[in-house]
C-alpha cells in the first residue's frame, strides 16, 4: 500500500535501479541564509562513505515525498518520479513549504479549466464560492470553540465568541466583494485565536503564552507551531487538487498571483480548524511538543528539526484517521474529505446550478 515519505535526513536521493535509494549526509546543515552557506551539495557524487548504508524503499510503496533536510537530487531521479506519479513537496530550513515538484499533468479537462476562468470573471460567481469557503472555515471555527466549550467550567468568553461568530457568519452573503470577506474572516479568526488560552488551559498557555497571530517570522512557539501547520495543510490540500483536473492557480477568494497556488489557499482555510488547529491542542496537551522542541533564530521562533518531526509523526496520523461518512454512508480519511471537497468544487464548476458548491461543515 502507498504512503507518504516524509525525509528529515540530509544528504543524496537518487534512483538505484527500480527504487529509490538516500545517501545520508554526515555534515550539520547550515540554514539557508547563514553567512558561510555556499550553497554546495551536502554529498560528494560518490556519496558519503562514512554516513552508512543508504537507506533503500521501493517505488511501489511512495505515493509522496516530503523533504524536509538538505537533499540533492538529479535528473534521472525527477524523470524516475515522473513516470510513477509521485509528487514531491519542498520545505527550507525553518519548515516553510517552498515548492512542488509535481509529474505532467494526467488530469486534463480544457472544460473545466474554461469553466474554472468563467467564474473568477464573473464578479458573481466568484463572489458566491468566495462566501462558500468563508462560511465553511468559520462553521469549522465553530465547532472547535463548541467542543472545548463543554468541557470547561467556566466557558462565559467562548459562548460570547460563538453568537459574534454565528452573527458574522449569517452576514456573509450581505457582503459585496472579496476584501469585506476576508476582512470579516480576518477578525473572526483573531476572536478565535484569543480564546486558545482557554482552550490550552493553565499549565500548557504558562509554558506557551500566545497573545496574538504574528507570521513574518513568527514570535513565539505558538505561532511557530501555526505556520508549520499551515504549511503541512497547504501541501495536503496541493497534493489532493493536482489529483483531479483543477487548475491550481485559479482560486476565487485569495486573489492568482505569481509563484502560488491560491486556490489550495482557497480550500485551506475551510481544513485548518480541523487539521492544524485540533492537532496542535492535542500535541502541546499530550506534551508530546515541550518548549525543547523550539530554537529562535534572526528575531523569530521556529520549530527545531526533532519538533518537526513530532508534529509530521502526528499529522501523518491525523490524516489517516478515519470518520463515518453521511453521504457516503462508509468512513473515509480525514485526507479523503480534502479530495471529495475537490470534486464538489468540480461538480460545482462543471453545473453551479444542477451541483451548487457548499463548503465542508464538520459534524463531529
Not at 509563484?259 to 491542542?281: C, G, H, N, W
Not at 453521504?327 to 471529495?340: A, D, P
Request: glycine share 4%; with cysteine.
Amino acid at each position: 500500500m502507498k504512503r507518504p515519505y516524509y525525509l528529515f535526513s540530509n544528504g543524496r536521493l537518487k534512483r538505484k535501479h527500480n527504487t529509490l535509494s538516500l545517501q545520508r549526509a554526515e555534515e550539520s546543515v547550515l540554514a539557508d541564509d547563514h553567512p558561510d552557506n555556499e550553497g554546495l551539495p551536502s554529498v560528494s557524487p560518490e556519496g558519503n562513505r562514512n554516513a552508512g548504508r543508504p537507506h533503500t524503499f521501493p517505488i511501489e510503496s511512495v505515493e509522496s515525498l516530503y523533504l524536509f533536510g538538505e537533499i540533492d537530487i538529479n535528473t534521472k531521479l525527477v524523470t524516475f518520479l515522473a513516470q510513477q506519479s509521485v509528487p514531491v513537496f519542498f520545505f527550507d530550513y525553518y519548515g516553510h513549504f517552498t515548492a512542488t515538484l509535481y509529474p505532467r499533468e494526467a488530469q486534463l479537462s480544457g472544460r473545466l479549466h474554461v469553466s474554472q476562468v468563467q467564474h473568477y470573471l464573473s464578479r458573481k460567481k466568484r463572489l458566491l464560492l468566495a462566501q462558500s469557503f468563508i462560511e465553511a472555515a468559520l462553521f469549522n471555527i465553530e465547532r472547535v470553540v463548541k467542543y472545548y466549550s463543554g468541557r470547561i467550567e467556566d466557558n462565559t468568553a467562548l459562548l460570547l465568541a460563538l453568537e459574534d461568530m454565528a452573527q458574522a457568519r449569517s452576514q456573509l452573503s450581505a457582503c459585496t466583494d472579496i476584501p469585506v470577506l476576508m476582512s470579516v474572516e480576518g477578525r473572526m479568526r483573531d476572536r478565535y485565536y484569543q480564546l486558545w488560552p482557554h482552550f490550552l488551559e493553565e499549565a500548557v498557555t504558562a509554558q506557551f503564552p500566545f497573545n496574538k497571530r504574528e507570521r513574518r517570522p513568527p514570535s513565539n512557539e505558538l505561532n511557530a507551531l501555526i505556520s508549520f501547520g499551515n504549511s503541512l495543510c497547504y501541501s495536503a490540500v496541493l497534493k489532493q487538487i493536482y489529483r483531479t483536473a483543477l487548475d491550481p492557480t485559479i482560486a476565487y477568494l485569495h486573489e492568482p498571483g505569481e509563484r502560488r497556488f491560491s486556490l489550495a489557499l482557497d480550500l485551506s482555510e475551510i481544513f485548518k480548524p480541523m487539521l492544524v488547529d485540533r492537532a496542535i491542542f492535542r500535541l502541546l496537551k499530550t506534551g508530546a511538543i515541550t518548549p525543547k522542541h523550539f530554537e529562535k533564530r534572526l528575531g523569530g521562533c521556529y520549530l527545531s528539526e526533532s519538533g518537526r518531526r513530532v508534529f509530521v509523526e502526528h499529522w501523518d496520523k491525523r490524516l489517516s484517521k478515519t470518520v463515518q461518512h453521511r453521504g457516503l454512508g462508509k468512513k473515509v480519511s480525514y485526507e479523503r474529505l480534502i479530495r471529495l471537497e475537490c470534486y464538489k468544487l468540480v461538480r460545482h464548476l462543471c453545473d453551479a446550478k444542477a451541483d451548487p458548491y457548499q463548503g465542508f461543515h464538520m459534524w463531529w
